[in-house]
């Protein structure tokens, strides 16, 4: 076990003092931290009950929060703050503090929760200098629960048919099956809808939920079930990613902002706005790329 992380207390419901908290789900959070110490449990009080899905390990949460140091009484940077979004996880993989991965397992979407976290399920026992939060610091957050997906989550909504010199993609909960037509690869980067979803345009810079599945073009010519080179509907695990700023290849920041969340989008990625010259594991250098990928949320 790593020095800088004890062990961490099992959550409780409630304890003797606790933080006040106002406001209304979905806004920023009052809190009013007591005279009185902190006792040094982890407290999780669900303020409001959502009536949305309860997260699972594996799913995708998406939650807003307030921030305030016991010690201090000073507020930290939460997902409110001007300029700042909501934050994106799985579930049960360690990607956040403990205080939050632990705090919404079970809990619905829609829920607002109280977080009394010590160092153990906060910052650990070197604390954040970044926040100013020292390693003895009693950290106090209201979690609003956003939104919830599961692990084999998919877009709604009828699939519209494709031209014949396109690939063709059926999707389920547990695979995506691509079918690469018998001919020659396009030469420009292809982008088609074949759900339209009802959210709002991804935009450049956000963190986006994606399910998706990648072909290679040239090795399943004229198959019917083309060896998929990566999947996360096989995975069961949806990705999370910020879109726009280059953090993938080229061809998904180019088609994929601007697109609506609950879509599902087929794309053709040639070699230039792929890996290029660059092999990759299941990929030969040159390739074009054919995607289906369905975009579940945006933060």
């Known amino acids: 076990m790593s020095a800088s992380r004890p062990p961490i207390p099992a959550a409780v419901h409630s304890d003797a003092v606790l933080p006040a908290v106002t406001g209304v789900v ?37 939650i807003d929060y307030s921030a305030k140091s016991w010690k201090s009484k000073k507020a930290l940077p939460g997902t409110y703050d001007k300029g700042d979004a909501p934050k994106v996880f799985p579930v049960g993989k360690g990607a956040v503090i403990p205080a939050l991965d632990r705090a919404v397992q079970g809990q619905q979407a829609g ?3 109280l977080v009394v976290a010590p160092p153990t399920a906060a910052y650990g026992t070197s604390g954040n200098a ?30 519209r048919t494709v031209p014949e010199e396109l690939p063709e993609a059926q999707v389920g909960r547990s695979a995506a099956v691509i079918a690469v037509p018998d001919t020659a690869a396009p030469g420009r980067l292809v982008s ?24 290679v073009w040239e090795g399943n010519r004229g198959k019917d079930r083309a060896t998929l080179f990566e999947s996360s509907w096989a ?8 879109i726009g700023v280059g ?17 599902r989008v087929l794309l053709v990625v040639p070699p230039r706005l792929g890996y290029g010259a660059q092999a990759r594991k299941g990929i030969p250098a040159r390739s074009t790329l054919v995607y289906v990928v369905d975009i579940l949320a945006a933060a």
């Open 26 to 62: 979905g806004q920023e959070a009052a809190i009013t931290i007591p005279k009185a110490k902190p006792s040094g449990k982890f407290v999780v009080s669900a303020l409001a009950e959502g009536r949305g899905r309860k997260a699972q390990n594996g799913d995708i949460v998406i």
């Open 111 to 113: 829920s607002r929760l």
């Open 130 to 159: 970044r926040l100013g939060v020292s390693a003895t610091e009693t950290v106090v957050f209201v979690v609003d629960v956003v939104k919830v997906l599961a692990a084999d989550a998919i877009v709604s909504g009828e699939q």
């Open 192 to 215: 088609r809808t074949l759900v339209s979803g009802p959210g709002p345009k991804v935009k450049t810079g956000r963190t986006v939920v994606l399910q998706y599945s990648g072909a």
């Open 235 to 242: 995975q069961r695990h949806p990705t999370t990613l910020i």
């Open 247 to 263: 953090n993938v290849i080229e061809g998904w920041d180019k088609a994929l902002v601007g697109a609506k969340v609950g879509s």
